[in-house]
């Protein structure tokens, strides 16, 4: 791929693409990490290069694109693209695992966290963790136990209760979807 610059990219890796909302064309990133840039192709291979970093969540439906940037450092905003938020992680060091999430109301070190981001069309933020168990087996071992996923809500004013008015365990939301899937009675549920 040529930019209109000149630029060769050449055979570059496509680190993520997305169909945008007309369906006639799509957005991807070219190269690994922050790439190369990110641009739009048509079904005939021609493409510009995007230089608004919103311009990805304003051609493809936002909830379609998850955060986006290095291991180290995500980002996101939210459905109107006036709030964004961050996560930073160390790449190494004693903050390894603790990563810091940002916004303009939020600033919050939670660890193991991973999933993130905006409830739809508002300004509350969820963060998903997920924590392995270790299980001892004998003094000198231990073996690798169930995954506990938690959600963390910051401003939010959702509160997920079974009709009967108990609390629902939350296992991972799907808000786009305004599904999720909840736990009880030892069960996995899929609710609305």
């Not at 570059?12 to 945008?20: E, H, L």
């Amino acid at each position: 791929m040529r930019t209109k610059g000149g630029d060769d990219w050449g055979s570059s890796t496509i680190g993520w693409c997305r169909c945008i909302r007309t369906g006639d064309a799509f957005v991807a990133s070219v190269g690994q990490g922050p790439g190369r840039g990110v641009a739009r192709l048509n079904w005939k291979g021609e493409h510009h290069v995007l230089h608004n970093r919103d311009d990805p969540w304003k051609l493809c439906y936002s909830r379609d694109l998850e955060p986006k940037g290095m291991y180290t450092f995500l980002s996101i905003p939210d459905d109107s693209r006036k709030i964004t938020m961050t996560r930073q992680e160390d790449g190494h060091g004693p903050l390894v695992g603790f990563p810091m999430y940002e916004t303009d109301r939020v600033h919050s070190r939670i660890p193991d966290g991973e999933e993130f981001g905006f409830w739809p069309a508002s300004h509350n933020v969820y963060i998903v963790t997920q924590t392995t168990a270790w299980e001892p087996e004998t003094a000198e071992h231990s073996y690798e136990g169930p995954t506990i996923a938690q959600t963390w809500f910051y401003n939010a004013v959702e509160q997920f209760a079974w009709s009967d008015g108990v609390i629902a365990e939350v296992n991972r939301l799907f808000p786009d979807l305004h599904l999720g899937a909840f736990v009880r009675d030892g069960n996995l549920v899929i609710a609305h």
